[in-house]
């Protein structure tokens, strides 16, 4: 028996600044996890994948991650795509920085 579809959001990472990046409703993209389209369609997810692979000037390793329906939008389901979302994890900088000096 096939498993039942979970939502999804596409994501991948900034071709040029190597920042996790999603997949928008309205075929942008965003680092915001929050602003990404969850996608609650098999079929749509298969085709938004391939729209977001199209663009490698834009984005690199896209593929579909698990996501829920949040109080502000999409989150994360698994550890993974909650800590990818959150930037590096060596030292601050990027996201994580921003976070440091607000």
Do not use: C
């Not at 949040?70 to 800590?83: K, L, Y």
């Amino acid at each position: 028996m096939a498993r039942a579809f979970t939502p999804k959001v596409v994501t991948a990472n900034d071709l040029l600044e190597g920042d996790v990046i999603y997949l928008t409703a309205a075929d942008g993209w965003t680092r915001e996890l929050r602003e990404a389209e969850l996608i609650v369609d098999e079929a749509e997810a298969q085709l938004r994948l391939l729209a977001a692979q199209s663009q490698p000037q834009i984005a690199v390793g896209a593929y579909l991650a698990d996501a829920k329906a949040g109080e502000h939008g999409p989150e994360p389901v698994h550890f993974r795509e909650d800590f990818r979302r959150t930037g590096p994890s060596n030292y601050n900088h990027g996201k994580q920085e921003a976070v440091a000096n607000v």
